[in-house]
């Protein structure tokens, strides 16, 4: 870490509503370079950071924006080279990680950390009243992110909060920190459409509040509502920068232009009438995840041979609790799952190889799915191993057959996990469940980890397969209007209940149920406006 | 939190059906044993006619679960009947042996928690440096020697060479905290292991803690090292040892009968190895009721702190 200098206080205006708080950088990093084995991960990054204005980092992943971030932060990787200087104006950078449980430690109450810093802030005060004085900054930090009922929530634990409670109990954390920047990585990545805004609103109040705030997305649309200055990045350097909007209507550099390409709806896939029987179909389903607690309900839903069925909702409306069901993955249930007219076990143990093959799912996190220690092109093969019969040899061709057609080299393949990339370990995932030639595919949210142009790539692939597998139905679990654009026709969820069914264009374009015509608006149009009017509507 | 009360109260139920479970597994045992207390009692030279007298007088004569019966039912009653080999009541051995263990057993808690937590803490705070390398060699060295042969070593030591200890507890009766230098040897004897398996486990639980992405988080935002390690990290270390703390505590409770037969102390593992050397079935079954009922307490404890440390997992009946 030789080289780097973060120095605390020198620069900083003394309030943090001074006229001077306009002008000057609240950070600053000039030419930083960061090398780690040799290879740079971010090489030459200059970036200044002004009070009450939201900077975004935007890239792919691995373009070195996460790294930049952090050093903000004054993190780099362990065994790191860095050149160049790192500026604070305070001490203290706050920190909205992408997966705010991530920071909060499951075994204490949410209070304790908060609790903890508060008591550092108020040692100067008699003992007597540093308590109540600790107490009611925590509580006004709390209130500032709109967490009403502070006292009954500081008694929880972390498991007890909804994700919402949990991203809004972080930026509590950094406005306590009395943070004059604040480091936000990914902070809607994998939300679905209305989560968005809502954290788009959360972030814009805290830059209304003259905090700096650093934004870390491949997430384009957030990148559009909030920020006013915008850099692109491309493996480790700053392609182009320069003001949201001038960037968005006059990109200059071909990568800039390829990277906001993406957002242009796809080919309308080729629309197909549905085979004339149903592959797979729901009767009747209601789950449970313990005694008492319904957690979906789905009267009747079919597949049809040959055809794409998105289920489309928002985190927590049921959608993957259906797709276990239809795995074999999740028990609890009453009604039935047909497979060509006949109901299927509920358990994954009790299908034979036959009904395990015809239905295969396909997880979020693909690398979580896959065993670490062994070449991926092993694991793919299994499959036709297990579930087919075939031999090993002929298993490993066909694997590797598989894994060529979705773009994944051979040399690629013959590695571990850990050396693939996020898009490349869902391709893999891909492979590994066609390899048992199944009838149905469930994707679980296969795209909302990766970053724009790698979604492009895997739903590009999917369309790809349904157009040359004729056999082939993919049941996609998704909360992204633009992967549901895929389907043929959609089923919105909601609180467990299926409030709408149809072809997609109906869907899409005329929506009935209330809480589909909410998720199509707030996708067509970007937050930009709710943004701005929460700047306007005084929250500082 | 009335669904832990409830967890609570069925672990209890649960507990006490396995409670049962060892006693009649105990008394089933001790009547395959080859032999019954007439025969210790009637000594050196067994007559058959003797012994035969002896069993009828005790009443030994009687089909077993007629006897099994009988006690269960003053069990009841909280009578847990007479010795067959003293005819004092059994509650008054156990009374008295519970002294001593109970009194070996607080110590070496009271010291076995501040050193092997603080052990672990120490060498997870410097893994892989020179701290933790001498922790780890000095507690896996220490845990390898078996506890008899580590008090021999010790007595040899410190008893008979230096003179500085007692060898054994010899002459003082239950009251040994009269006697504090007669518990100095034991106390350590019972402190070696325990120590070494609970900093081990403190040490990968604070490892994984101090790695974590909310330590990383709280030392970014200023909470001091000391602050974290005890107060944010350690609470997550803290379920697994939590387990093998009431494991511990259960073998120190449930007689420690190795180290109380070095030292002669009058423990209940003195009584329960004298009471089974002597066939004194009431005595036994006494014994396997009191160590039956702290297992489960303890271990129905240690799952409550392990709940309240790890508040995700769910609980398990």
Redesign the interface.
Same mark, same amino acid.
């Given at each position: 870490m030789s080289g780097s200098s973060r120095s605390g206080g020198a620069s900083g205006p003394s309030g943090p509503n001074g006229p001077a708080a306009v002008a000057v950088a609240v950070a600053e990093i000039e030419g930083l370079t960061v090398e780690v084995d040799g290879r740079r991960i971010v090489d030459g990054v200059s970036l200044r950071v002004l009070p009450g204005k939201v900077t975004a980092l935007v890239g792919a992943s691995g373009s070195g924006k996460t790294t930049t971030g952090r050093a903000l /932060?004054g993190?780099f990787p362990p065994g790191a080279r860095v050149e160049g200087s790192v500026r604070v104006a305070e +001490?203290?950078?706050g920190?909205v990680?992408q997966h705010p449980a +991530?920071? /909060?430690?499951? +075994?204490?109450r949410v209070g +304790? /950390?908060l609790h903890?810093?508060a008591r550092?802030q108020v040692r100067e005060l008699p003992r007597s009243e540093r308590r109540p004085a600790a107490r009611s900054r925590v509580l006004a930090a709390l209130e500032a992110v709109q967490l009403t009922d502070g006292g009954a929530l500081l008694q929880r634990?972390p498991?007890q909060l909804s994700g919402g409670q949990q991203q809004r109990l972080v930026l509590a954390?950094a406005l306590l /920190?009395g943070a004059r920047v604040v480091v936000a990585d990914e902070p809607t990545t994998g939300q679905d459409a209305l989560t968005k805004r809502r954290v788009v609103d959360e972030l814009a109040a805290v830059a209304a509040r003259g905090i700096g705030v650093v934004l870390l997305s491949h997430d384009l649309e957030t990148v559009r509502a909030l920020a006013d200055e915008v850099l692109v990045m491309r493996e480790g350097r700053v392609v182009e920068s320069g003001p949201t909007e001038r960037v968005w209507l006059t990109p200059t550099h071909p990568w800039t232009r390829q990277l906001l390409a993406v957002r242009a709806p796809l080919t309308e896939p080729v629309p197909r009438g549905p085979g004339p029987a149903a592959v797979l179909r729901v009767q009747g389903l209601r789950a449970r995840h313990r005694p008492g607690v319904e957690v979906l309900r789905v009267p009747e839903l079919a597949v049809h041979s040959g055809e794409c069925v998105a289920v489309l909702g928002r985190s927590g409306s049921g959608k993957t609790t259906l797709a276990r069901c239809l795995a074999g993955l999740h028990r609890t249930y009453e009604g039935e799952v047909l497979l060509d007219g006949v109901a299927l076990p509920r358990s994954l143990r009790d299908r034979g190889r036959d009904r395990l093959a015809a239905v295969q799912y396909v997880f979020q996190d693909a690398r979580a799915s896959f065993d670490e220690h062994r070449p991926v092109l092993d694991q793919v093969a299994r499959t036709a191993v297990r579930l087919r019969g075939v031999a090993a040899p002929d298993a490993r061709a066909e694997a590797a057959r598989t894994l060529d057609s979705l773009g994944l080299s051979g040399e690629s393949a013959a590695r571990v996990p850990a050396r693939l990339s996020g898009g490349e370990l869902q391709r893999a995932a891909l492979a590994r469940a066609l390899l048992a030639r199944p009838r149905v595919l469930v994707c679980d949210e296969i795209t909302s980890g990766l970053d724009t142009v790698t979604r492009r790539g895997i739903l590009d692939l999917l369309a790809g397969l349904l157009r040359d597998r004729d056999d082939l139905s993919l049941v996609l679990i998704t909360h992204d209007l633009d992967t549901a654009r895929l389907a043929t026709r959609i089923a919105v969820l909601d609180g467990g209940e299926v409030v709408e069914q149809g072809p997609a264009r109906d869907v899409l374009t005329a929506p009935a149920h209330p809480f589909t015509v909410s998720l199509v608006e707030s996708s067509a149009g970007p937050a930009a406006e709710s943004a701005k009017s929460a700047e306007s509507a005084g929250w500082a | 939190m009335s669904g832990l009360g409830s967890w609570a109260a069925r672990r209890l139920l649960f507990g006490g059906v396995q409670t049962v479970a060892v006693v009649l597994l105990v008394f089933a045992l001790t009547e395959a044993l080859p032999g019954d207390a007439a025969v210790a009692l009637a000594g050196d030279q067994p007559d058959p006619v003797r012994i035969a007298a002896i069993r009828e007088a005790m009443d030994l004569d009687r089909p077993a679960y007629e006897r099994l019966a009988d006690w269960a039912v003053g069990l009841a009653h909280a009578d847990f009947g007479t010795s067959l080999a003293s005819g004092r009541p059994v509650t008054s051995y156990i009374s008295g042996a519970f002294g001593p263990t109970l009194l070996l057993a607080s110590l070496t808690v009271a010291l076995l928690v501040p050193v092997g937590v603080g052990l672990g803490v120490l060498a997870a705070r410097f893994e892989g440096r020179w701290v933790d390398r001498l922790v780890s060699a000095v507690t896996l060295g220490v845990y390898a020697v078996p506890e008899f042969a580590f008090g021999v070593l010790l007595v040899t030591v410190f008893a008979l060479r230096l003179d500085w200890l007692p060898p054994t507890a010899v002459g003082y009766g239950t009251d040994l905290l009269g006697h504090p230098a007669a518990l100095v040897l034991p106390v350590l004897v019972l402190l070696s292991r325990p120590v070494c398996s609970l900093s081990r486990l403190v040490r990968a639980g604070m490892i994984d803690a101090l790695a974590s992405p909310y330590v990383a988080h709280a030392r970014r935002y200023g909470i001091p090292g000391a602050r974290i390690r005890y107060a944010h990290a350690l609470p997550n270390a803290v379920a697994p040892a939590a387990q093998q703390l009431a494991r511990t505590v259960d073998w120190l409770l449930c007689g420690v009968i190795v180290v109380e037969a070095l030292f002669v102390i009058p423990g209940l593992g003195t009584v329960l190895m004298n009471a089974v050397a002597e066939r004194d079935v009431p005595v036994v079954q006494g014994l396997a009721v009191v160590f039956g009922v702290i297992t489960v307490v303890l271990n129905l404890g240690a799952d409550l702190v392990a709940h309240r440390f790890a508040p995700r997992a769910e609980v398990a009946a």
């Open positions: /932060l993190e +001490a203290w950078v920190y990680p +991530a920071v /909060l430690n499951p +075994a204490r +304790a /950390l903890d810093m550092g634990f498991h954390q /920190l | -």
